[in-house]
């Protein structure tokens, strides 16, 4: 019985690790992503980056997952189209040199965020009010 119960619990987060993963957007970079956030409702759009960037950058660190984007709106500006995001880009299971012993660190989650006032025309807001 202890058996089943685990192979059941095992068949549900694959499932729904599946379904997230479908919900994400394939891009080559952010931009797209940026602008969906630009749009939608809840400021935020959710894609995995695909094609040689991706390749290079998982090869670079001997990660075998993909690499994910989050995009989500800090704020929205008075300027129609404009927003403050907040791009983050993650991938687990990447290796870091690790410098001071001269090997590498185990496989881990890697997590860049960086901030962007952002208009749908790929310009600055005029203003940050």
């Not at 983050?88 to 040199?97: A, K, S, Y």
Request: contains cysteine; hydrophobic residues 40%; proline residues 6%.
């Amino acid at each position: 019985m202890k058996a089943i119960t685990v192979l059941v619990g095992a068949a549900c987060a694959l499932i729904a690790s599946a379904a997230i993963a479908q919900e994400r957007l394939p891009v080559h970079d952010a931009k797209q992503l940026m602008l969906s956030a630009l749009d939608a409702p809840d400021g935020k759009a959710h894609g995995v980056l695909v094609g040689e960037v991706a390749d290079a950058i998982s090869k670079r660190f001997n990660a075998t997952t993909p690499i994910y984007i989050d995009v989500s709106t800090e704020k929205r500006y008075a300027q129609p189209g404009c927003s403050r995001l907040n791009v983050r880009f993650w991938q687990d299971g990447v290796q870091l040199p690790n410098y001071g012993a001269g090997g590498v660190q185990a496989p881990r989650r890697q997590t860049i965020d960086f901030g962007i006032n952002y208009c749908r025309d790929g310009q600055p807001p005029r203003s940050l009010s």
